[in-house]
């Protein structure tokens, strides 16, 4: 089933998410649900909160964000009750966009390696470093369960300049390309 995805504006993104256990409530299905809602608006990556359940789960798909003929670099997994345990690397600048921020992008610093702790879908627990786009995207999806928007990591003047823009993001004053669910 496709959910609405949560716009800028609603409280949810803000909150940092709490963890789960296995017994959660139809989580396969809930799984299924962000997976078919992330690809019908074509991102490469999904966070619980974004359709509004302040949880710490989301997915990634960063294959189509790879260069041409890397795309099997791309990692596909889902990402549960995840915690950063280290980044490193040089710090570099990609420009960002978020499903909950549509028609927004910018330039974010982040470090090019992270190392994370995670459990997967059938809460076997993992501890991954990722480079590269795969880095970019977990780092992206992780700043959501801890309630953190893209938004908030670019420049002074960049942010003055979406400012205008986001106002009508919140207000729903946009044209919509997928399912969304405003504040108003
Ligand atoms: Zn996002």
Redesign the pocket.
Known sequence: MILPIYAYGQPVLKKVAEPIAADYPDLAQFIADMWETMEEANGV?L?AP?VGRSIRLFVVDSGPMQDEGKEGEGIRQVFINAEIIEEAGADCSYAEG???IPDITGDVVRPEQVTIEYEDEHFVTHTSTFTGMNARVVQ??YD?IEGIL?TEHLKPLKKRLVKRKLEKIRRGDIELKYRMKFVR
């Open positions: 990556g966070a974004q978020c499903l909950s992206h999806e959501h893209f």
